[in-house]
């Protein structure tokens, strides 16, 4: 279905090369990284090296210097064969990059953003605390100003890439009166004192991708490290979260696909009481709900990235359009993934093949990057403000 649209050859290109990569390199090794829950160092390497760990970025800044459209059909094809090399890309491309990228002054990017994008460094964000999820602007961390520098103190939680990155963007309270109007962006170099990786967290799917708590002690954070204005943070993060709801969005989509086409494949195959189990029309009806739900998530998809491209010269929001394509890509990787276990039988619950692997993978983006919950509240407080 895909093929209908208009790509430029460029896109092709990036596609295809993304795709070679991921099923010659990422797909032998993706079952056994998800058992161990070690860090795929160096498939990320080369990922970066191909210039998928900074896409949109210019050139100048060491990125591709591609669009938003690129950016989701390559990483739709690693997380078809993994998503968990996925979620790295896509916090690296989307929570990073993109957010110094818009928000950034020249000497940030050059510090900040050059290393990460041209795939030498990783990159990850950090809003989450343990007492504060969706209602991200009830903060705990403090940033105090002392002469030159701010002096950060406080308990992050849920960091994607957490244990391995070597910068990152964390928000913090510098005026608790003012609430959210209170919260600053900062930029961190883990390897300044005062910046201690945490507890690793023990998840259900996406296994190799590292998840920690962050615990500031006295991190000195220079002034011109400071993204944006000193209040500006709140909002900064939840325009950098527009840009990586596309991104998960296009992670469950990449499951979804996975998980379909195993279960396609089976049910052509396997037969039962004399027939191929798909001429049952039980397994037939559930192939043709997941296939319709995978292709209305992929035109979500592109429409929420056609606004995000857009939106780089309107500077308009597009979070309606990455919020339900994310809401709906993800209600639809665990809605496929799930079927796709059931229609295996027995096979689809053991590590043997795949397929578990697919569902354990997909519920995690009904959570992050803001709940299915938040994304329809986002949805509905758009909807009725326009009314
Ligand atoms: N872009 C720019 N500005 C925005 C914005 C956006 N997308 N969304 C809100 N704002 C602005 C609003 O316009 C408002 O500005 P004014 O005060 O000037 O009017 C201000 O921000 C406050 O907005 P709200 O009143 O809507 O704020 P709220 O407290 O009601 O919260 C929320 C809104 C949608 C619930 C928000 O808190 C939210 O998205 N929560 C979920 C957080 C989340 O996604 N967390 C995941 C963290 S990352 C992660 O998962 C880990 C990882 O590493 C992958």
């Not at 890309?89 to 000497?107: P, Q, R």
Request: glycine residues 10%; hydrophobic residues 40%; charged residues 25%.
């Amino acid at each position: 279905m895909s093929e209908l649209f208009p790509f430029s050859k460029e896109h092709e290109m990036l596609r295809s090369a993304a795709r070679d990569f991921a099923q010659n390199e990422i797909a032998p090794i993706a079952a056994e990284f998800d058992e161990s829950g070690e860090f795929p160092y160096k498939t990320i390497k080369k990922m970066g090296e191909m210039g998928l760990m900074g896409i949109e970025i210019p050139e100048e800044y060491g990125g591709a210097g591609m669009d938003t459209l690129s950016y989701v059909l390559a990483l739709e094809e690693i997380c078809k064969v993994d998503a968990a090399h996925g979620v790295i890309m896509s916090v690296n491309n989307s929570l990073y990059c993109f957010g110094i990228n818009k928000f950034g002054t020249d000497a940030q990017k050059e510090k900040f953003l050059r290393p990460v994008a041209s795939g030498s460094s990783i990159g990850a964000y950090s809003l989450t605390e343990p007492m504060s999820g969706s209602d991200a602007g009830t903060m705990r961390s403090r940033a105090v100003l002392d002469g030159d520098a701010y002096v950060l103190n406080g308990r992050k939680s849920w960091v994607t890439s957490g244990p391995v990155a070597d910068f990152m963007v964390v928000f913090m309270m510098t005026d608790p009166d003012k609430k959210q109007k209170g919260i600053t962006a900062f930029l961190v170099d883990a390897k300044k004192p005062g910046f201690i990786r945490g507890k690793k967290e023990p998840k259900l799917g996406i296994r190799a991708s590292a998840t920690s708590e962050i615990v500031f002690e006295d991190y000195h954070c220079p002034v011109e490290d400071r993204l944006g204005q000193e209040g500006e943070g709140f909002k900064i993060a939840m325009a950098v979260l527009d840009a990586g709801r596309i991104g998960i969005a296009t992670q469950a989509l990449g499951i979804s696909e996975a998980a379909y086409d195993a279960a396609a494949n089976y049910a052509n195959e396997r037969e039962a009481f004399g027939q191929k189990i798909g001429e049952f029309q039980g397994i037939s009806f559930k192939i043709a709900d997941m296939k319709t739900r995978i292709e209305a998530s992929r035109l979500l998809i592109y429409q929420a990235a056609l606004a995000k491209e857009n939106s780089k010269i309107t500077g308009q929001r597009y979070s309606l359009e990455a919020s339900m394509a994310k809401l709906f890509a993800s209600e639809t990787a665990m809605f496929v993934s799930h079927a796709a276990v059931q229609i295996h039988g027995g096979m689809g619950y053991s590590k043997e093949l795949p397929v578990e692997r697919y569902f354990r993978d997909a519920k995690i983006t009904e959570i992050y990057e803001g709940t299915s919950e938040i994304q329809r509240l986002v949805i509905a407080r758009i909807e009725l403000n326009q009314r």
